[in-house]
Nanobody, 126 residues
């Protein structure tokens, strides 16, 4: 079981930046992927970005490609999500998750991830 906790959320004006952190503890050896997901009120949870812990392959949702960057600091057992050029539609609760999807890519389906953090709120105003 992996324990995850997010931090770094807050309020920012459109065009601004935030960096989210996801700190992992417990047994992490069985997880292939760390993913970032988000959920706005009344909307389904959607994948944002993922990083494969073994291959290093990174993937992004089309809606954030070119604006968001996922990275990992193995020494700190932490995954980051750098968010730039934020838009009001990016407002959501952001979650990190650990899972074991097959293949060398981290497929961003919520069904592939078993362990979730409690989330951190991001609000982007115009």
């Amino acid at each position: 079981q992996v324990q995850l906790v997010e931090s770094g959320g807050g309020s920012v004006q459109a065009g601004g930046s935030l960096r989210l952190s996801c700190a992992a503890s417990g047994y992490t050896g069985s997880s292939n992927c760390i993913g970032w997901f988000r959920q706005a009120p009344g909307k389904e949870r959607e994948g944002v970005a993922g990083i494969h812990t073994r291959t290093g392959v990174i993937g992004y949702a089309d809606s954030v490609k070119g604006r968001f960057t996922i990275s990992r600091d193995n020494a700190k057992n932490t995954v980051y999500l750098q968010m730039k050029s934020l838009k009001p539609e990016d407002s959501a609760t952001y979650y990190c998750a650990a899972g074991r999807p097959g293949g060398s890519w981290c497929f961003l389906s919520v069904l592939e991830y078993a362990d979730w953090g409690p989330g951190t709120q991001v609000t982007v105003s115009s």
